[in-house]
């Protein structure tokens, strides 16, 4: 932050406040004081995937500008990249990148190699890829996804929260996958997420347990409308 200074050249004050005045301009309210320690807290406290939803769920939208410099996000893509599997406006953008998620210890992933070259690497759980999703101008969606299937997914998603966050389940038990006629097989389950000045965003979680091609995963997509269409078509039961 820039200081500026300012001189006043042969001019006195008719006479010098006391020390009182002197101390009580110079001493800010005491609430005025717990409320700058409290907000503070807040922002060292808060985990990376919170200070990303944070910028997710702004009332006015959220710019791609708004992510550069997003807590603990290492972005691959340094700018957004058009995104040529998608005819959605909504979707015509993407931008990718990896964060930690609190909470995980090391284990083994794939390292990404194809066929007989294929193994094994040692990795935190928590290390996930993060993907935003949008239009020319705005971000409508965050998509996160870990190697291994976790059932925990409230338990996950409040290890991410600091002090003022919340979440609550509000819908799961769903009859369908997305899209299709087939029973639900993914374990679908919403939430609602009230994060710091009043901001909600929305929370859907699902697993692939990979069958015999590898671990698993587990997905959160966040967005900052409640998905209420999506949870219709699923037939999920609504909390």
């Known amino acids: 932050m820039m ?18 005045q002197t101390s009580a301009a110079a001493a800010p309210a005491a609430p005025a004081v717990a409320a700058a320690a409290q907000a503070q807290q807040g922002k060292q406290e808060m985990g ?8 997710l ?7 791609w500008s708004a992510f550069d410099h997003a807590l603990g996000v290492q972005w691959r893509d340094p700018a957004p990249q058009d995104n040529p599997d998608s005819n959605s406006p909504r979707n015509a ?27 094994t690497r040692q990795a935190n759980e928590g290390e996930v890829g993060v993907t935003l999703n949008g239009d020319t101008q705005t971000v409508h969606s965050v998509s996160l996804v870990k190697f291994y299937a976790s059932d925990d997914y409230q338990g996950i ?11 609550r389940p509000i819908a799961g038990q769903c009859e369908l996958d997305y899209g299709t006629t087939s029973e639900n097989t993914q374990a679908n ?33 966040f967005t900052p409308d409640k998905p209420a269409q999506k949870i219709a078509s ?6």
């Open 3 to 20: 200081l500026a200074a300012v001189l006043m050249v042969g001019c006195k004050p008719a006479s010098a406040p006391s020390s009182a």
């Open 48 to 55: 990376s995937l919170q200070s990303l939803l944070d910028v």
């Open 57 to 63: 769920g702004a009332k006015d939208g959220a710019a």
């Open 93 to 119: 953008r993407y931008r990718s990148g990896t964060l930690l998620l609190a909470g995980f210890g090391m284990v083994e992933v794939p390292d990404g190699k194809a066929g007989a070259e294929a193994g």
């Open 157 to 167: 998603l409040q290890k991410q929260l600091g002090p003022g966050a919340s979440l």
């Open 189 to 221: 389950q919403f939430f609602e997420l009230s994060l710091t000045g009043s901001k909600i965003v929305y929370a859907e979680v699902y697993v692939d347990d990979g069958g015999n091609q590898g671990p698993g995963t587990t997905t959160f997509e």
């Open 234 to 239: 699923m037939r999920c039961k609504e909390s």
